[in-house]
């Protein structure tokens, strides 16, 4: 903090506009609208030796520091921060991890899909992770076509739903694309009566708001778009497009443990969940993974 010299983190969630990023910040209470804080790692700071400067630190934009700007706090806690337009993200973070795993990676390609491709996630989507270049050539080989779709993973990745009923629960938009020759793929699978597997949730998410707004729209075939996937996934939810899914195992409270009981059957995936914990599988990011069919 330009302030105190307190440290504070951001975690970017989403560019709202040039500049401008929907983000968590830790700690955040007291970082109320106004609140300036100070981008430079401490190691490169004036007169600093890696620790936490003394307050009162500086002036704001001075020294040619580059400085953050809290402009709002949000009804869900997210903060609205304003960066410098030449702040270089790379240099001045790093990749974000779930909280159970302690050690950064030092090569950031280790968190991201063999495909990834467009940057804008909050997280990774991590039934992917699974997947190499030769795997994917195997699945090739055997038939089956590949096709690609974009979801920016947002906050309801790892916020647990706090509601008791979960259809009370607000959940985030994600931005999502379709390209036409992903849509091409789809519709063909469709009319030949073949399977679309979905790699994740994330990709689930995709297909089925791609589905519904195809359906309100009228439209007789699955079109390329992109626009804000706000599809909330409950049991109950009549599945569309995916027709089997490889997914992970998720935290409970967690939207995507819903979509997975709205897709298996509640009890069904908690049967499952306790066969996996009997057996030592391992759970979340780099976990192991499951077959829905």
């Not at 307190?6 to 929907?22: A, T």
């Not at 401490?42 to 704001?60: H, I, M, N, T, V």
């Amino acid at each position: 903090r330009a302030d105190t010299g307190g440290k504070v983190e951001f975690l970017l969630l989403r560019l709202e506009s040039p500049g401008v990023w929907q983000a968590l910040a830790q700690p955040g209470r007291r970082l109320r609208p106004g609140a300036k804080v100070i981008l430079e790692p401490p190691d490169r700071l004036p007169g600093s030796s890696g620790k936490s400067p003394q307050a009162p630190f500086c002036e704001a934009g001075v020294n040619g520091l580059l400085i953050a700007e809290v402009l709002a706090s949000n009804d869900d806690g997210t903060k609205m921060v304003r960066l410098p337009a030449d702040a270089d993200l790379d240099r001045l973070g790093y990749v974000p991890l779930p909280p159970y795993i302690h050690q950064r990676l030092e090569d950031p390609e280790r968190y991201q899909t063999v495909y990834a491709k467009d940057s804008g996630s909050a997280a990774a989507p991590t039934a992917g992770l699974h997947f190499t270049g030769d795997l994917l050539e195997k699945i090739r080989a055997m038939g089956v076509e590949t096709a690609f779709v974009t979801l920016h993973v947002g906050l309801d990745t790892f916020q647990p739903v706090q509601h008791d009923d979960p259809a009370q629960h607000q959940i985030h938009t994600e931005y999502y694309e379709i390209q036409p020759e992903t849509a091409a793929i789809l519709n063909r699978a469709r009319a030949d009566g073949r399977r679309v597997i979905a790699v994740g949730t994330t990709s689930v998410r995709v297909l089925e708001q791609a589905a519904q707004d195809q359906r309100r729209f009228g439209q007789s075939q699955l079109e390329a778009k992109s626009g804000w996937a706000g599809l909330f996934i409950l049991p109950g939810h009549r599945f569309q497009l995916v027709d089997a899914m490889i997914t992970n195992f998720h935290l409970p409270r967690s939207t995507l443990l819903m979509l997975v009981s709205a897709f298996a059957g509640r009890e069904r995936v908690l049967a499952a969940y306790q066969e996996a914990i009997a057996h030592g599988y391992r759970f979340y990011s780099f976990g192991d993974a499951t077959l829905i069919i």
